[in-house]
């Protein structure tokens, strides 16, 4: 897995290595799919809004996310408990058939035993302030947690951070719809993206 890790920035690399040993996974994201659960097309069109990367560099960055995808199917996969802001869902990244696939995605992911999504309807929410991720360690010997930003991420395992959001991502949790009525969601959403024109 060297070579993704290889093209990614520099403050990205902390976090990769403590998302490729954690025990558990667990995140929240108001905005768009997390990267672990990411179409290579759904990807690639979050990408090309971004300012300053030229074709090869996105090529590179989406083969990265994808190859980043593969703790979720490796032999003891983490734990990955997933939470998606309703608005997710409608948000459109690269247009009906990419959307479609994408919530496809997400619905063939929740199937898997260790992986777990839920959706969070729209509405005043504790999380409305960023995207979080909180990584377990083996063992439960440490927590890192990942915040977005406007600008760089921040990647902490400090106690007090670690205890807020996790504060916040359980709250979250208990706004959200149970996994079943979510997946029924999602579907309900890819419906809508295939009957409009791509």
Request: with cysteine; glycine share 6%; charged share 20%.
């Amino acid at each position: 897995m060297s070579h993704y890790k290889d093209s990614a920035p520099t403050w990205f690399a902390p976090w990769l290595e403590e998302e490729e040993q954690a025990q558990s996974l667990r995140t929240w994201q108001p905005l768009v799919v997390p990267g672990l659960l990411q179409t290579a097309e759904y990807a690639q069109a979050l990408l090309e809004r971004e300012s300053g990367f030229d074709r090869e560099q996105i090529e590179t960055l989406v083969a990265g996310r994808l190859a980043r995808q593969k703790i979720l199917t490796r032999t003891n996969p983490p734990r990955y408990l997933v939470v998606l802001d309703e608005g997710v869902l409608s948000r459109p990244i690269g247009g009906p058939e990419t959307m479609r696939e994408q919530l496809a995605r997400l619905v063939q992911a929740a199937q898997a035993p260790h992986i777990t999504i839920q959706i969070c309807p729209l509405g005043a929410s504790p999380g409305l302030s960023g995207g979080i991720v909180i990584a377990q360690a083996p063992n439960g010997s440490r927590h890192t947690v990942y915040l977005e930003t406007a600008a760089e991420p921040v990647v902490t395992s400090n106690p007090e951070v670690v205890a807020v959001v996790t504060m916040k991502m359980d709250a979250i949790r208990a706004e959200s719809l149970p996994q079943s009525a979510s997946v029924e969601f999602i579907q309900q959403m890819e419906e809508t993206w295939t009957s409009r024109p791509s």
